[in-house]
Protein backbone atom coordinates (compact mmCIF):
# COMPACT_ATOMS: atom_id res chain seq x y z
CA UNK A 1 0.00 0.00 0.00
CA UNK A 2 1.23 3.57 -0.92
CA UNK A 3 -0.04 6.83 0.42
CA UNK A 4 0.65 9.45 -1.52
CA UNK A 5 0.25 13.07 0.33
CA UNK A 6 -0.13 16.37 -1.86
CA UNK A 7 -0.78 19.69 -0.38
CA UNK A 8 0.78 21.92 1.87
CA UNK A 9 3.07 24.51 1.24
CA UNK A 10 3.63 28.18 3.24
CA UNK A 11 0.71 30.28 4.83
CA UNK A 12 0.08 33.33 6.84
CA UNK A 13 -1.57 32.75 10.19
CA UNK A 14 -5.45 32.92 9.49
CA UNK A 15 -5.12 31.26 6.15
CA UNK A 16 -6.30 28.25 4.93
CA UNK A 17 -4.70 25.38 2.95
CA UNK A 18 -5.77 21.94 1.88
CA UNK A 19 -4.39 18.44 2.00
CA UNK A 20 -5.23 15.40 0.38
CA UNK A 21 -3.93 11.63 0.58
CA UNK A 22 -4.66 8.91 -2.16
CA UNK A 23 -4.01 5.52 -0.85
CA UNK A 24 -3.31 2.56 -3.60
CA UNK A 25 -3.07 -0.68 -3.49
CA UNK A 26 -5.83 -2.00 -0.40
CA UNK A 27 -8.98 -0.54 0.15
CA UNK A 28 -8.42 1.02 4.09
CA UNK A 29 -11.07 1.37 6.47
CA UNK A 30 -9.02 4.43 8.65
CA UNK A 31 -7.11 7.17 7.32
CA UNK A 32 -5.88 9.97 8.86
CA UNK A 33 -3.07 12.75 9.45
CA UNK A 34 -0.24 13.14 12.32
CA UNK A 35 2.02 16.28 12.23
CA UNK A 36 5.09 16.55 13.86
CA UNK A 37 6.52 20.85 14.30
CA UNK A 38 10.21 20.92 15.08
CA UNK A 39 11.49 19.87 18.19
CA UNK A 40 8.22 18.13 18.72
CA UNK A 41 6.80 14.01 18.69
CA UNK A 42 4.50 13.15 16.58
CA UNK A 43 0.56 14.31 17.05
CA UNK A 44 -2.29 13.18 15.83
CA UNK A 45 -4.67 15.93 13.93
CA UNK A 46 -7.70 14.02 12.52
CA UNK A 47 -8.92 10.57 11.23
CA UNK A 48 -12.23 9.10 10.20
CA UNK A 49 -13.63 5.95 8.62
CA UNK A 50 -13.69 5.74 5.07
CA UNK A 51 -17.24 4.43 4.81
CA UNK A 52 -18.93 5.89 7.59
CA UNK A 53 -19.30 9.05 9.52
CA UNK A 54 -16.89 8.73 12.24
CA UNK A 55 -14.85 11.08 13.03
CA UNK A 56 -11.73 12.50 15.39
CA UNK A 57 -10.17 15.73 15.65
CA UNK A 58 -7.15 16.94 18.28
CA UNK A 59 -8.71 19.17 20.44
CA UNK A 60 -6.00 21.70 18.80
CA UNK A 61 -7.42 21.42 15.65
CA UNK A 62 -10.87 20.96 16.29
CA UNK A 63 -13.38 23.94 14.74
CA UNK A 64 -10.47 24.56 12.47
CA UNK A 65 -9.87 21.54 10.64
CA UNK A 66 -12.32 19.58 8.59
CA UNK A 67 -11.52 15.80 7.59
CA UNK A 68 -13.22 14.58 4.72
CA UNK A 69 -12.89 11.00 2.43
CA UNK A 70 -13.48 9.46 -0.39
CA UNK A 71 -14.45 5.74 -0.07
CA UNK A 72 -14.29 4.90 -3.64
CA UNK A 73 -11.24 6.85 -4.17
CA UNK A 74 -9.51 5.52 -1.11
CA UNK A 75 -9.03 9.42 -0.25
CA UNK A 76 -8.73 11.94 2.58
CA UNK A 77 -8.70 14.86 3.04
CA UNK A 78 -8.25 18.09 5.80
CA UNK A 79 -9.38 21.40 5.25
CA UNK A 80 -7.38 23.48 7.59
CA UNK A 81 -8.97 27.10 8.31
CA UNK A 82 -7.54 29.62 10.62
CA UNK A 83 -3.96 28.11 10.57
CA UNK A 84 -1.72 29.54 13.27
CA UNK A 85 1.79 29.14 13.36
CA UNK A 86 2.06 26.43 15.76
CA UNK A 87 0.28 24.72 13.02
CA UNK A 88 3.52 24.29 11.17
CA UNK A 89 4.92 20.80 10.97
CA UNK A 90 5.55 18.35 8.80
CA UNK A 91 1.92 16.53 7.93
CA UNK A 92 1.89 12.55 7.40
CA UNK A 93 -1.10 10.27 6.07
CA UNK A 94 -1.83 7.03 7.58
CA UNK A 95 -3.99 4.50 7.09
CA UNK A 96 -5.21 1.04 8.00
CA UNK A 97 -7.33 -1.50 6.94
CA UNK A 98 -8.95 -1.59 9.63
CA UNK A 99 -12.55 0.48 10.82
CA UNK A 100 -11.24 1.93 13.92
CA UNK A 101 -13.32 3.18 16.57
CA UNK A 102 -13.16 6.90 17.69
CA UNK A 103 -10.94 6.10 20.79
CA UNK A 104 -8.61 4.30 18.96
CA UNK A 105 -8.11 6.81 16.15
CA UNK A 106 -5.92 8.66 17.90
CA UNK A 107 -3.03 6.35 18.75
CA UNK A 108 -0.51 6.12 15.62
CA UNK A 109 0.53 2.28 16.65
CA UNK A 110 -3.10 1.49 15.00
CA UNK A 111 -1.96 2.84 11.68
CA UNK A 112 0.75 0.40 9.52
CA UNK A 113 0.61 2.46 6.40
CA UNK A 114 2.36 6.12 6.52
CA UNK A 115 3.26 8.41 3.53
CA UNK A 116 6.14 10.67 3.03
CA UNK A 117 5.24 13.76 5.02
CA UNK A 118 3.96 17.11 3.39
CA UNK A 119 5.32 20.46 4.82
CA UNK A 120 3.04 23.10 6.16
CA UNK A 121 4.50 26.67 8.03
CA UNK A 122 2.84 28.74 8.99
CA UNK A 123 4.19 32.36 9.32
CA UNK A 124 2.47 35.12 11.83
Known amino acids: VQLQASGGGLAQAGDSLRLSCAAS??????MGWFRQGPGKEREFVAA????????AYADSVKGRFTISGDNAKNMVHVQMHGLKPEDTAAYYC????????????????????WGQGTQVTVSS
Open 94 to 113: AGTVRNLIFSSMRDPNNYEF
Open 48 to 55: MRLSGTTK
Open 25 to 30: GRTLGT
